[in-house]
């Protein structure tokens, strides 16, 4: 069992910058893949990013690629995304996901957080 808490979002004018956090409890962390997902008002939610395990493998969404940047502190049970050069069309409540498999399918991700809303202004 894998319990996340995601924290660090907010309000941020766009080209700014934020820094999520994901921590995660459980033993098992560090044998999961993690992920970021976000869902915005009225959409879908989107995978936006997932690194494995070891930390020696990552995924974007092509929309974040360049901007953002998923990280993890296994010492830490942390999951962190960097978010830079944010934008309007960012603003979304991002969730974390642990899983199975370093994938943009949601089906592979086991636990999830309860979100953190970010808020992007123009």
């Known amino acids: 069992q894998v319990q996340l808490v995601e924290s660090g979002g907010g309000l941020v004018q766009a080209g700014g910058s934020l820094r999520l956090s994901c921590a995660a409890s459980g033993r098992t962390f560090r044998s999961h893949t993690m992920g970021w997902f976000r869902q915005a008002p009225g959409k879908e939610r989107e995978f936006v990013a997932a690194?494995?395990?070891?930390?020696?493998?990552?995924i974007y969404a092509d929309s974040v690629k360049g901007r953002f940047t998923i990280s993890r502190d296994n010492a830490k049970n942390t999951v962190y995304l960097q978010m830079n050069s944010l934008k309007p069309e960012d603003t979304a409540v991002y969730y974390c996901?642990?899983?199975?498999?370093?994938?943009?399918?949601?089906?592979?991700?086991?636990?999830w957080g309860q979100g953190t809303r970010v808020t992007v202004t123009s």
């Open positions: 996901a642990a899983g199975t498999r370093t994938t943009y399918h949601d089906i592979y991700y086991d636990y």
């Open positions: 690194i494995n395990w070891s930390a020696s493998y990552t």
